[in-house]
């Protein structure tokens, strides 16, 4: 059923929130060694997404797989230990544990080799290796955070919106780790993003999801050249067709 | 002079067993946002299994130590595992109603088993004196201080150096986080539990020698060390530790100055006057969590 190359391959996926629904139906797949994007605004039902492939939300219906195994319903821990890293939003770290805890913490059976790893990519957390988390700047917390996944050897990473509320420069610097990582490491990526102009420069493959479905789903390049994903997404107008997204008016997804 | 001495020290014993029924307290707070309105009856527990031990054993007394530690070890990782594991995602408050549901169920087993006459046992040290210059100190009460000093050091250790006391902080500071990171987080929390109950089963072995095991023995115990908790800003197991002590010294110094004076039991109380106090001028307790936090 699957191609042997297929690494991560989520079916059809219906998710709720007590009685609301935040993910209605949606299926991607990742290969492996791949940058595979995922955008939509807020609330398109992205961070669900990545929390039902995590263990952490229980699908109502669908299913996913993970190297071939089917890993629906498995508790977070024995998905972690599968090879599946997850960079959760908004950079939860452990505040009142110094960086480097931080990072053992995330080193499935206490390997400190990796931490020379993490800290080639991050010099500044070996810097703040002592330091609480909870005194690292944003950034520095984004940074710990993708390090701690690092930490697990894992064979997928997850990243959810990895830019958010940081500095141009800053957006550009983890875009490179992120890029550098899945070469270097060999580690397939999928990357949930708003900020659509970074996640298409760095990703291969792209699903736009809104309202809990996938709307739109094609290579990076296509995407990219899309009137649609350039004017709601990338903030490129044209004259003439503003108000309503395209593919709603022609109604191409039903 | 003398006489302060001697009641600084006794306060200081009492303050101890408070310290450490309030330790348990923070230590399942701070993991679950549920306060365990058993962790005295915890204690009365761990008494009682002092004791029946100590009569399996024909009063051998450290093997009744070891015995009553694994025990409540087992207890607390079982209550866990059967009762609160099923309660995870409820609010805080009904996991609450629980927690003081399981404390009169603990009373009434205990009063089941062992009945409702106060048991004591033999301890290597029960009627010992130290006669030191001028005034006499109960060897107890000096086992019970260094029992907690012991226990904190090991504590303090545990959390430090040990990758379990790692994740338990982990999981303490960040849920969410923990489970990303693939820490198992219901088995670290049974843990949690496990220790907790432990802490309270040596709170109940060093309380044996001066209060006898009974089903009652845990009820105000519980209520002060609370007070005690809050008091050390309920964040913090030094901050536990430090408010047991503190209402631990406060009741022994007004039982012996003011009570007297007064002709009035200020003393029974003067734990929640020291609660409303502290609250007035600190709401945060005394220690607050984001400046030191062990867990
Ligand atoms: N904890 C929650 N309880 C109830 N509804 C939620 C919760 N979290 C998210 N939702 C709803 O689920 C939908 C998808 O949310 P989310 O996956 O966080 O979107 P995104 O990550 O794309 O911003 C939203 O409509 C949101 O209102
Ligand atoms: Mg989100």
Redesign the interface.
Known sequence: MLESSTLLSVQNIETYYGPVSAVCGVSLVVEQGAIVTVLGANGAGKTTVLKTI?G?MFPAKGMVHFEGENITGI???K???LGIA???EGR??????STE?NL???S?N?QLSRLDVVYEYFPILQKHRKLSAGFLSGGQQQMLAIG?ALM?TPRLIMFDEPSLGLSPKLVHEISEIITRINTEQSVSILLVEQNAKMALQVAQYGYILEQGRVVMENTCERLSASTDVKEFYLGMKEAGVRGQRRWKRRKTWR | MDTFIQLFLSGISAGCVYGLVAMGFVLIYKSTEVVNFSQGDLVMLGAFFAVTFSQWLNGNYWLAVVFTVMAMACLGYGVERILFRRLMGEPPFSVLMVTIGLGFVLRAVAGMIWGHDPQSMSTPYSDARLAWGDFLLPVRDLVVIFGTLILSVILFIFFKSS?IG??M??VS??Q??????????KRVLALTWALSATIAGVAGILLVPIKSAYPQLGLLLGIKAFAAAIVGGFGSLPGALMGGLLIGVLEEMTKFYIDPVLEFGVSEFSAYILLLVILLIRPQGLITSMQR?KV
Do not use: S
């Open positions: 995590a952490l508790e977070p821990d998905i972690v230990r997850h960079v959760p939860e770290v452990f505040p009142l544990l805890e053992r913490l995330g499935l206490n701690r697990q | 990758r790692l994740t902080q982990a500071q960040n969410f986080a923990a489970y990303c990171v693939g820490i198992p987080v936090k």
